[in-house]
């Protein structure tokens, strides 16, 4: 049995898909755009899946065609933040010519993303343990990889001693959630004082750590 679409001219069938597939993208962006001003408003425990669908003006049928839950949503956010950022991450990383240039650039850039996209910087602002505990959506995944592969490309060319690229990859990724968490919780954001602060702890730090294999 044919559909509609199936049967109509091939350049009434494209806009028709094209249109459907912008629904689609508006409908989505909606339930987001919603979700970050109800979780910044009541926090993520508090909030709803009914409050999110109340503020979007959409149909809860379709609120469901794209999210399962609450939890499902707040994941999407911080994927679409993680999203936001990893390019000014890789553009940092093509510019800087040592580690010690990259972990300088790398943490002005996420300290000034905190402190400059005011959505982002509400919904964690609101819900910082939450954020803490939901870091194992794919985006984020990725983004801790990419900065895990930067590291062991550095170890490989010399640039940095063989220590446990994974160790350090964590601990920078830390050292920037914890004081990007502080940071945003003071009444005057400075993104250039945190940044300093990092960069001074890790690059003061990494020269100390025994190398592969080394026992202190």
């Not at 895990?148 to 690229?165: F, M, Q, S």
Request: glycine fraction near 6%; charged fraction near 35%.
């Amino acid at each position: 049995m044919s559909t509609d679409l199936e049967d109509a001219p091939p350049a009434e069938a494209a806009r028709a898909l094209g249109k459907r597939e912008r629904t689609k993208k508006n409908n989505r962006e909606a339930i987001l755009d919603a979700a970050k001003i109800v979780f910044a408003d009541l926090g993520y425990g508090a909030t709803s899946v009914r409050d999110i669908i109340r503020r979007t003006g959409l149909a809860s049928g379709t609120f469901y065609n794209y999210f399962k839950s609450k939890e499902e949503v707040f994941e999407a956010l911080m994927d679409e933040g993680m999203r936001r950022i990893r390019p000014r991450l890789r553009a940092e990383r093509i510019r800087s010519r040592t580690f010690e240039d990259f972990i300088r650039n790398a943490y002005r850039t996420y300290f000034d993303y905190l402190a400059t996209d005011r959505d982002t910087f509400q919904v964690i602002r609101r819900n910082p343990n939450t954020v803490r505990v939901r870091m194992d959506s794919p985006e984020i995944i990725a983004g801790f990889e990419e900065i895990r592969e930067y590291i062991e490309e550095d170890i490989r060319n010399g640039a940095l001693p063989d220590v446990d690229a994974e160790y350090l990859m964590a601990a920078v990724v830390g050292i920037a959630m914890e004081i990007g968490d502080r940071m945003l919780r003071r009444p005057e954001m400075d993104a250039e004082e945190a940044s300093t602060f990092a960069t001074a702890l890790v690059l003061g730090g990494f020269r100390a750590l025994p190398h592969k294999g080394e026992t202190k």
